[in-house]
């Protein structure tokens, strides 16, 4: 039998509020060099152009500064791969988590966005808790940490539809780039669409999740959904929305594509829109 | 792109001089308002009590900053999504108000009024929270401070850096812009 490794909660705690602080004000290579890319290479239009430059500027400042990207630093989105052979002392895995959340916005001057009820209350936590957190047991001893702060104004444009297996390839495709079409300038272009197909409606939602995460200049391992993804990427920036929806090429900086076994009556499409600040950043203990 | 150098007050020859996708850097002061405070604004102009700033002439920025770290004068403060606005709009360009920064589409209403009181909707772009910051050089509460971030301030901005997005001739380029650039997917 693998013997049991040991991990305190504080040790989950502290990586928690490293990572929010790292990922709210310090943006990805991959988002970087794609957004460099498109001002250098790619955006023809003016407007657009002037965009890119803004928002690349941005990303130096907050970066050098130590300051958020966004004002709207987001809900505080955790996946936990948990190794079936650590056990968590000293407390709580989910109270550590919130902890480390609300210790992140409190000393990095992020704006606390969540509120206790989604109807009726609407009182502001005041430390940006509870995170949404996604735990799952894997084989070994470590414990992987993903976290996504995950702004509103894209969120709101994401959307899920449970399609019929006769409308395929075709109606995921149509789905997905009518869903980023008609939220126009709203997420905050040029965006990182993730998609997720196949398995149940919440299963689907996660892998569209779990698919902005995925670097932005990796393609999808199967050739068949790398050419989807493809496919969607280039009817998605033949729309002319370009950056902030000022007009241009660029709309999107990728679109990747998860999927899951499903059902045979149903194929379930879920589409999680990413602004251009696509924040996360992971650790391994 | 050549960006037009704008100094508010606004008055109307300089915004009929402006036109959807033109460059500004804005200098000045401005004033910001989001949801809770266009409702108290126009229930204010609708008892006929004073609003607490003159609005003539003036530039609002709907915007909710993140708190300051030492040494900005404000924390990230990009622009919120403009339409919320809308209802209460067109009674404040009637008070004359000539410029909004938000992101966003307006609706026709808005539209209307800015041609019929000659104001220009302004774009800082959504996301660039920390540039905008910078281009902030003094703050001062103005009125429902109880309202906390959606308190009205008195932002001094230096060289802002904003695009027209809707002129006071009902040119949109969130509608313009985009079919510019629209192409047709071969199939």
Partial sequence: MEEIRQIKSDLVEDAVKALFLKANTSIGQDIYNALSDGLNKKEESPCGRDVLGQILRNHDIAREEGVPICQDTGMAVVFLDIGQDVHITGGGLEEAVNRGVARAYEEGFFRKSVVNDPLFDRKNTGDNTPAVIHARIVPGRLLDIMVTPKG?????????????????????????????????????????????????????????????????????????????????????????????????????????????????????????????????????? | MEALSLTTPLDTETVRNLQAGDSVLLNGVIYTARDAAHQRLVESADAGRPLPFPIKGQVLYYVGPAPAPSGWAVGPAGPTTSGRMDPYTPRLLELGLKGMIGKGSRSAGVIEAMKRHDAVYL???????????????GVEIVAYEDLGPEAVYRFTVSHLPLTVLIDCQGRNLYVTGPEKYRRQTQT
Avoid: W
């Fill in chain 1, 152 to 285: 509103f104004g894209s969120e709101n444009m994401s959307a899920l539809k449970m399609l019929t297996p006769a409308e395929g390839v075709q109606g995921v495709e149509n789905f997905v780039v009518e869903t980023v079409i008609s939220a126009g300038p709203n997420p905050c272009p040029p965006t990182v669409v993730g998609v997720g197909v196949g398995g149940t409606m919440e299963k689907a939602a996660l892998l569209a999740k779990r698919a902005t995460l995925r670097p932005v200049n990796e393609r999808h391992p199967d050739s068949r959904y790398a050419e989807l993804e493809i496919r969607m990427f280039e009817r998605i920036n033949n729309s002319g929305i370009g950056p902030a929806g000022l007009g241009g090429r660029i709309t999107s900086l990728a679109v990747h594509l998860e999927h899951a076994p499903a059902h045979i009556a149903g194929t379930a499409v879920a589409v999680n829109v990413c602004c251009h600040a696509c924040r996360h950043a992971q650790v391994t203990l």
């Fill in chain 2, 123 to 137: 774009g800082a772009v959504g996301g660039a929270a920390a540039l905008v910051a910078k281009s902030v050089t």
